[in-house]
C-alpha cells in the first residue's frame, strides 16, 4: 500500500469543443465515485476550462489546464496566464509537456519560470519531463532527466515542493502505442525519487507524486499502477473516451 493518494489525469490536449466537454463530464460523473484514495483530473483545452468546471459536481474531479504563460499580465497576444486560470478555478497546470518543449520551443528555463509562476498563483505544477528515443537508446535517460529536473525545480521554495506533481513521460512511448514496461517506469521514478530527496530531503521526495505517462491504456494501467513509485497516470488517447478513461481511473491492484 502506497502512502501517496495516487492522481490520474486526462491530457486532452487539442481535443473536445465545449459541449464535447461537457458531455464527457456529466458521464463520467455518474460512473466514478469521489475515492479517497485516488484523484481523478481532467485537462481540457483552455476554451473549454470554464464551462468544465460549472460542469463538474462535487469533488469527484479536479481541472488542470494544459499549459500557461509565466507572467500574471502584460503584451503576449496569445497567451493564458496564471492569475487567469485560477480565476477559472483550475487547481493543477501541467507544465514542460514534451509537445511544449518540442513543438513550441520551451526551454529548460521557461519550464523553469512557469513552474515557480503556477506555484506563486496558487496551483500545482504538473512538471512533465522524459527522454526522446535516441537519448533512451544512447543510455541516456537518467542524466536527461535529471538535467530536466533539477533544472525546473531551481530556486523553488521548499515549503511547495511536497505538493509538486511531477510525471515522467519517455517521448518515445507518447502518442506511439509502445508503453514503457512497467519495469522501465519503475527505474526511472526511483531514480527521480531519489534526485528529489537529494535536491530537498527524503520526507519531501516521499510526498511528491511521480505519475507515468505514455501510450497508457486499460489493459496496462494495473501493472504499471502495481509500481511502487508509480502514484499515478498522466493519460493522453485513453483519456478522451469515457469507458476508457473511467477504467484507467478504476486500476486495481493484483488479487483486488
Ligand atoms: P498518450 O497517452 O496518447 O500516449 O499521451 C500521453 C501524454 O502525452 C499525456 O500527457
Not at 535536491?199 to 491504456?217: C, E, M, P
Not at 509500481?227 to 469507458?243: F, H, K, R, T
Request: glycine share 8%; with cysteine.
Amino acid at each position: 500500500m502506497k502512502n501517496r493518494r495516487s492522481l490520474v489525469a486526462a491530457n486532452w490536449k487539442m481535443h473536445k469543443t465545449v459541449g464535447e466537454t461537457v458531455s464527457f463530464l456529466e458521464a463520467l460523473q455518474d460512473r466514478i465515485e469521489a475515492y479517497e484514495d485516488r484523484e481523478v483530473v481532467v485537462a481540457p483545452p483552455f476554451t473549454a476550462l470554464a464551462a468544465a468546471r460549472q460542469a463538474m459536481e462535487g469533488n469527484k474531479i479536479n481541472l488542470s489546464a494544459q499549459n500557461c504563460h509565466w507572467e500574471e499580465k502584460g503584451a503576449f497576444t496569445g497567451e493564458v496566464s496564471p492569475a487567469m486560470l485560477k480565476d477559472l478555478g483550475c487547481d493543477y497546470v501541467i507544465v514542460g509537456h514534451s509537445e511544449r518543449r518540442h513543438l513550441f520551443g520551451e526551454t529548460d528555463e521557461i519550464v523553469q519560470k512557469k513552474t515557480a509562476s503556477v506555484f506563486a498563483h496558487g496551483m500545482v505544477p504538473i512538471l512533465c519531463v522524459g527522454e526522446v528515443l535516441d537519448e533512451r537508446e544512447a543510455g541516456r535517460t537518467f542524466p536527461v532527466v535529471n538535467h530536466q529536473v533539477e533544472r525546473a525545480l531551481d530556486g523553488l521554495n521548499c515549503r511547495l515542493v511536497p505538493a509538486l506533481v511531477l510525471a515522467y513521460e519517455p517521448v518515445w512511448a507518447i502518442g506511439t502505442g509502445k508503453t514503457a514496461t512497467p519495469d522501465q517506469a519503475q527505474e526511472v521514478h526511483s531514480f527521480l525519487r531519489e534526485k528529489l530527496s537529494a535536491l530537498f530531503d527524503k520526507t519531501i521526495a516521499n510526498k511528491i507524486r511521480i505519475l507515468y505517462g505514455g501510450s497508457v491504456k486499460p489493459d496496462n494501467v494495473d501493472a504499471l499502477m502495481a509500481q511502487p513509485d508509480v502514484d499515478g497516470l498522466l493519460v493522453g488517447g485513453a483519456g478522451l473516451e469515457v469507458d476508457s478513461f473511467q477504467r484507467i481511473v478504476q486500476y486495481r491492484f493484483p488479487g483486488e
